[in-house]
């Protein structure tokens, strides 16, 4: 029995600034798999996830979310997206509160927070363990303590779907196991994961599969190349036994 899929993208080409970044990715993600996207710098995984949750258009193929095509897809509250940190400044600096807050506004109607919203948000803070800082400014906050307030704010919600792009990266080794729990938390209650990824590292017990993309293509769908988690070394090459003899060899020294 197959479960439902909860991502489809089939053909999916994307460019950006006149430039194809996607060239035909197809990747289908189902209810209750945690897959990780992995692949080189500019290889397109934030493209890909950004074609998913609307934020890039796709030039050609279909995106689909739980089954619906995504223009047609209202059912946010359903999706918890946490983006890859910048390391530009922000703005104007928000409350820890108000940062996770953002994240249930599509649950709450018109915006009106209940008790069981502020309840949720609470919630989220002690899943990653920020509870004790939610009144202080995220600009306070060091980048492994950030990523975990983001990652409450995609938790606010309850969401059936995660996306996270790099969760891991800048994010001291504390930040790390905290989130690598919480992560385990949402798998156990059942949330269907899709994780851009650097390396497995901590969270490689968790990954059922493994989409590696080069040049905006799928090079690899299958098993997490060991590699990745076990010795990830820059300059350490290895030739997985499950790649297609015609991709030439997977090269699980990501970061180059
Ligand atoms: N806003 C943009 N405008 C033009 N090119 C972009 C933009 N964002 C990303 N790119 C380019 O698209 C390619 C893929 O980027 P990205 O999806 O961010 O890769 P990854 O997340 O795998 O590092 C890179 O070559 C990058 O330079
Ligand atoms: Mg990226």
Known sequence: MTTEPVITLRGVRAELGSRPVLRGIDLTVRRGEVVALLGANGS???????????????????????????????????????????????????TVTEVVSSGRLA??????????????VRRSLELVGMADRAKDSVD?????????????????????????????AGVDLASQEVLAETLRTQVDRGATVLLVLHELGPLEPLIDRAVVLRDGCVLHDGPPPEAVGQHALPGHDHVHPHAPADAGPIRTGLLS
């Open 107 to 120: 649950r709450t109607r018109f915006g009106l927070f209940r008790k069981g919203d502020r309840e949720a």
């Open 44 to 94: 397109g995984k934030s493209t890909a996830v950004r074609t998913v949750i609307g934020q890039v258009p796709v030039t050609a193929g279909e995106v689909e979310l739980f089954g619906t095509e995504r223009r047609r897809f209202r059912d946010w509250a359903r999706v918890g997206y946490v983006p890859q940190r910048t390391t530009a400044a922000g703005g104007v600096p928000a």
């Open 140 to 168: 306070a906050l060091s980048g492994g303590q950030h990523q975990r307030v983001l990652i409450a704010r995609a938790l606010a919600s309850e969401p059936d779907l995660l996306i996270m792009d790099e969760p891991m």
